[in-house]
């Protein structure tokens, strides 16, 4: 039987997460199963359980690994200030990001599934949705990014329905003008509190 080393461990670990992710998105939780995700990352059934006690124990891990890929990726690389909260949010709705689902924003994809997930995967959620409204409150209040963290996770919300909603609409012309409104929406609420 051969034997790999740790690095090899945590390699094929990435991969599972990662891959994970990428089909939690594209399928959803409960329509991603175990042996679906292991064919993703080039596995067999019975090597999941070296890596995760259970399938929650994987969509925990996986949902705390999107968000912290979203804030490095797109907040942490935005530009300063309004400038980066604009980048942000034409980034956020634009017809690019509504269609490439799997590589998209984990809330647009997952919000109403983990709703329904366990306490420590909703737990895992909010700790990575902090993450990503500090990165958007430190832009809004450079200053006190603390009191702008409420107003923050608003514009996550505004962005993650608008989003949604376009993603379900069958008439692409009525979804893109819903991006367009969307991002003037967005951009109102941030002219608003740049003023108040």
């Keep these: ?14 991969r599972i997460i990662e891959t994970a992710g990428r089909r939690f998105k594209q399928d959803g939780i409960d329509g991603s199963g175990v042996s679906t995700l292991m064919k993703d990352a080039g596995l067999t059934n019975g090597a999941f359980y070296a890596h995760f006690a259970s399938k929650d124990d994987l969509v925990t891990t996986a949902i705390a690994d999107q968000l912290k890929v979203q804030a490095e990726s797109v907040v942490a690389l935005a530009e300063p200030g309004r400038a980066g909260l604009e980048q942000i949010v034409r980034g956020y709705l634009s017809p690019q990001h509504r269609e490439r689902l799997a590589d998209g924003c984990p809330n647009a994809a997952l919000l109403d599934e983990i709703g329904r997930c366990t306490e420590t995967t909703r737990q895992a959620y909010t700790d990575g949705v902090l993450i990503l409204v500090e990165g958007i409150a430190e832009r809004m209040a450079p200053a006190d990014p603390s009191s702008a963290r409420v107003k923050a996770l608003g514009l996550l919300g505004m962005l993650a329905g608008t989003l949604q909603l376009s993603r379900a609409l069958t008439d692409r012309q009525l979804a ?18 740049q003023h108040n």
């Design 176 to 193: 893109d003008h819903l991006l367009e409104q969307g991002i003037r929406n967005a951009l109102a609420l941030l002219d608003a509190e």
């Design 1 to 14: 039987m051969v034997r790999y080393g740790k690095e090899h461990k945590a390699e094929t670990r990435r």
